[in-house]
C-alpha cells in the first residue's frame, strides 16, 4: 500500500488501544486542494460513503458532492454482536445520518433506483435524476431472509428465533431468545449463509458467546451447541479455521460442516438443512436433507447486493452471479468497464472485504484514484484486501485476527499481540476502543 498516502495499520490499530482518545485523532497531513467542478456521486451513507465523502471536502475545491440514502438512522454494525449478547444496549449502535455528514456535500434523502453507466446517471424512487463525472456504488448489501422458507423477521425474540444481523432492534430480541437459552438450556443451532457475507466472524462470535454465558447461568450442563455451515471449513483463513476448530472442540461445540439451510418449521422447532457429500469413488456430489430440531435458532439469510446494483450491469458476469456484487479491481477499487465508477465497502466484488477494518483501507485508495483522475493522471494506493476481525471466544477474551487477500496473517502487533491467542487486550480493542477508531473513520480523521 502507499505508505505516504495511507497511515500504517499499526498506527491505526495502536491509537486503538489507547480506547477513546481515537476520537480526537486529527487528520494526517494533507495536500493543498484540488480545484475542481467534478461532480461525485456516491450511493450510501454508511461507513464507507460517509467516510470517503468526509475526506473529499478536504481535498477538492468547488466539487459537487451528492450522497443518496433513504435512510435516517446510521448503523454501528460492528455493535450489533455485543447488543446480541446482552452486553450493551441497543441505542449503543444507532445514531443519525446526518451526525456524520460534513459541511459542503448535499445529502439526497432518498432510495437510489437505477444506474445508467452509459448515460452517467442516477435516479431516485423519488423521480430525481443526477447526472454524474464521477460515481461510488457504496450502498451496502442486502439481508435475503425470503430466502429462507418459514422464517419472517416478526419471529425474532420469540419462540427461540435470534437474527443479529438485522439492526439494533432485532439484535436486542436476538439477545432476549439467546437469553432464555443461557438460563434455561436445550439445543442451540448456529448457522450461516452459503452467499459472501458481511463480518463472517459475526456467526462465530455468536457462537462463542452464547456459550460461554450459558456455562455460567442457569443452562450449566445442560445444553448443546451446533454450528451449521456450507462452507468446508470454518473460517476462511486455513490456520484461523484450525485454531477454531480446536476451541470448538475443547467448548462442545459440534460443528457441522456442508451444511446449507434450507428451511424452518417455526412450529415444530426444526431446521431443515442440505448435506453435501463428495462420492469418493465418483468425486460428484450427494446431497441429503439434514433436519436438526433446536430450542435456540439462529439464522443469518444469504446476502446479495441491492437490486439498483444487480440491474445496473455494474455487477461481474462470471463470478457471484447469484449475488451481484461490483466488478472492480481489487487492488484499486474501480470499475473494470466504467472507469469513472468505484465500489465500495459490503457492493464491492473482492475476495475479501466485507467489514469495516476492510472499508477503512478502501476508502483511502478510491480517494487517490479519484483524486488523481480529476488531475488526469494515475493514482498510486492499492488495497492489499486487508481485514481484521477481532474474534470474540468469551465475554472478556478475544483473538485479533488480520489477514489480506492471500490469507496472509498481518499482525500489526507482532511479538506484542499473538492473532491466534484468546487476549484481554483484543477483546479490549472490540468491546471499548473499535467504536471510537470506526467513528474517526468515520470522520476521514483515522
Known amino acids: 500500500m502507499e505508505r505516504g498516502l495511507i497511515p500504517t495499520r499499526r498506527g491505526f490499530l495502536g491509537l486503538a488501544v489507547a480506547g477513546a482518545s481515537l476520537a480526537a485523532l486529527g487528520s494526517p497531513a494533507r495536500a493543498a486542494k484540488v480545484a475542481t467542478k467534478a461532480k461525485i456521486v456516491v450511493i450510501g451513507a454508511g461507513a464507507a460513503g460517509t467516510a470517503l465523502v468526509n475526506r473529499l471536502v478536504e481535498r477538492l475545491d468547488g466539487a459537487e458532492i451528492t450522497i443518496i440514502d433513504g435512510r435516517k438512522e446510521h448503523l454501528y454494525q460492528p455493535g450489533l454482536s455485543l447488543v446480541a449478547a446482552g452486553l450493551k444496549p ?9 451526525d456524520w455528514l460534513p459541511k459542503g456535500v448535499t445529502l439526497l434523502a432518498e432510495k437510489a433506483a437505477a444506474i445508467d453507466p452509459v448515460a452517467k446517471t442516477v435516479a431516485t424512487e423519488g423521480g430525481t435524476k443526477l447526472s454524474y463525472d464521477f460515481l461510488i456504488v457504496a450502498p451496502g448489501l442486502v439481508l435475503d431472509y425470503d430466502a429462507v422458507p418459514g422464517f419472517s423477521l416478526d419471529m425474532v425474540g420469540t419462540n427461540g428465533i435470534g437474527a443479529l444481523y438485522s439492526g439494533p432492534e432485532y439484535a436486542a430480541k436476538t439477545w432476549a431468545a439467546a437469553q432464555k437459552f443461557t438460563e434455561e438450556g436445550g439445543v442451540a443451532v448456529m448457522t450461516r449463509p452459503a452467499t459472501e457475507m458481511k463480518c463472517a466472524g459475526a456467526p462465530l462470535k455468536h457462537a462463542f458467546l452464547v456459550e460461554d454465558i450459558a456455562s455460567r447461568g442457569g443452562a450449566a450442563g445442560k445444553y448443546e451447541i451446533h454450528y451449521a455451515a456450507p462452507q468446508g471449513a470454518l473460517f476462511g483463513v486455513p490456520i484461523v479455521a484450525e485454531k477454531v476448530r480446536m476451541l470448538f472442540g475443547q467448548r462442545g461445540i459440534k460443528t457441522h460442516m456442508s451444511h446449507k439451510m434450507v428451511s424452518m418449521e417455526p412450529g415444530k422447532k ?5 448435506k453435501t457429500e463428495i462420492d469418493a469413488t465418483t468425486k460428484a456430489e450427494i446431497k441429503t436433507t439434514v433436519e436438526m430440531p433446536y430450542d435456540y435458532l439462529h439464522v443469518i439469510p444469504p446476502q446479495r447486493a441491492p437490486e439498483v446494483i444487480r440491474q445496473s450491469g455494474l455487477s461481474w458476469a462470471d463470478k457471484w452471479t447469484d449475488q451481484g456484487w461490483v466488478e472492480c479491481d481489487q487492488k484499486t477499487m474501480r470499475h473494470l468497464r466504467y472507469p469513472e465508477i468505484f465500489a465500495l465497502g459490503d457492493v464491492a466484488g473482492v475476495p475479501k472485504g466485507k467489514t469495516a477494518a476492510s ?5 483511502p485508495v478510491v480517494e487517490d484514484h479519484l483524486i488523481a483522475a480529476i488531475e488526469g493522471r494515475e ?14 471466544t468469551r465475554v472478556g477474551s478475544a483473538m485479533l485476527i488480520e489477514f489480506d487477500y ?6 500489526s502487533f507482532p511479538g506484542m499481540i499473538a492473532p491466534l491467542e484468546e487476549l484481554w487486550i483484543s477483546w479490549l480493542m472490540k468491546e471499548v476502543a473499535l467504536k471510537a477508531t470506526y467513528n474517526a473513520m468515520l470522520r476521514g480523521k483515522a
Open 270 to 274: 426444526v431446521a431443515t438443512f442440505e
Open 406 to 411: 492471500n490469507n496472509n496473517l498481518v499482525p
Open 359 to 363: 472499508v477503512k483501507w478502501q476508502v
Open 379 to 392: 493514482g498510486t494506493a492499492t488495497y492489499d484486501g486487508y481485514t481484521s476481525c477481532p474474534l470474540i
Open 90 to 98: 441497543a441505542n449503543y449502535t444507532v445514531s443519525q445520518t446526518t
